[in-house]
């Protein structure tokens, strides 16, 4: 089973809805969990960070995280061309002190 | 404020030659420092990680090495480059359970 788990898209969603993106990870004693936004050829920009079971939200940008399901997913409101991009889970594994990222998911936002 | 310093931001190597990247970090003190590596249309392999001088953890059996000769310095070198070493490289910095940011990369290509 891989540590970080996300569906690789594409997904597609049309301008001005919700875009849902899902991750899950093994490890239950993971702390502290990310996204990132990839733009194609760029190096990760990270979006959002979440340590506590719960919703976070930053303009657009809402995080979920859930514990006790092993799962975090990253909502985003109003979606524009411009938020089309891969988007990366990340998870810091209690004790091992290492950042693991999913796959990646990709999402196409259409105009 | 943190930066971090990658280079080069592009490199053509041929089969066989050796590799050196640098990665530096500014602003901060004591950061885990990671070395990942995306191919094309792939999530991020994490290679190597060090959470202090001389402290390194490799994840995947493979051509490469890295060094951290100091606190703030990260190294990643190869003596005789393979095809298959090709990619987007990244390096990225944290501190325990907090976000990571990542360098601008540097993208090889062995021919």
């Known amino acids: 089973q891989k540590e970080v788990e996300q569906n690789s898209g594409p997904l597609s969603v049309p301008e001005g809805a919700i875009a849902s993106l899902n991750c899950t990870y093994s490890?239950?004693?993971?702390?502290?969990f990310f996204w990132y936004r990839q733009y194609s050829g760029k190096s990760p920009e990270l979006i959002m960070s979440?340590?506590?079971?719960g919703d976070k939200e930053d303009g657009r940008f809402t995080a979920q995280l859930n514990k006790a399901s092993q799962y975090v997913s990253l909502l985003i409101r109003d979606s524009q061309p411009s938020d089309s991009a891969t988007y990366l889970c990340?998870?810091?594994?209690?004790?091992?002190?290492?950042?693991?990222f999913g796959q990646g998911t990709r999402l196409t936002i259409n105009p | 404020s943190q930066t971090i310093h990658q280079w080069p931001a592009t490199l053509v190597q041929p089969v066989g030659s050796p590799l050196s990247l640098e990665c530096t970090v500014e602003?901060?003190?004591?950061?885990?420092l990671y070395w990942y590596r995306q191919a094309a249309g792939r999530g991020l392999q994490l290679l190597f990680y060090?959470?202090?001088?001389?402290?390194i953890s490799s994840e995947v059996p493979q051509n490469l090495s890295a060094s951290r000769p100091q606190d703030r310095q990260f190294i990643l070198s190869s003596k005789k480059l393979l095809l298959s070493d090709s990619g987007f490289y990244l390096c990225?910095?944290?501190?325990?359970?907090?976000?990571?940011?990542f360098g601008q990369g540097t993208r090889l290509t062995v021919v």
């Open positions: 990225a910095w944290d501190r325990t359970l907090l976000e990571a940011f």
């Open positions: 490890d239950r004693g993971s702390q502290s």
């Open positions: 979440i340590y506590s079971n």
């Open positions: 990340a998870v810091k594994e209690r004790g091992a002190q290492k950042l693991v």
């Open positions: 602003g901060t003190s004591n950061p885990n």
């Open positions: 060090s959470v202090g001088i001389g402290q």
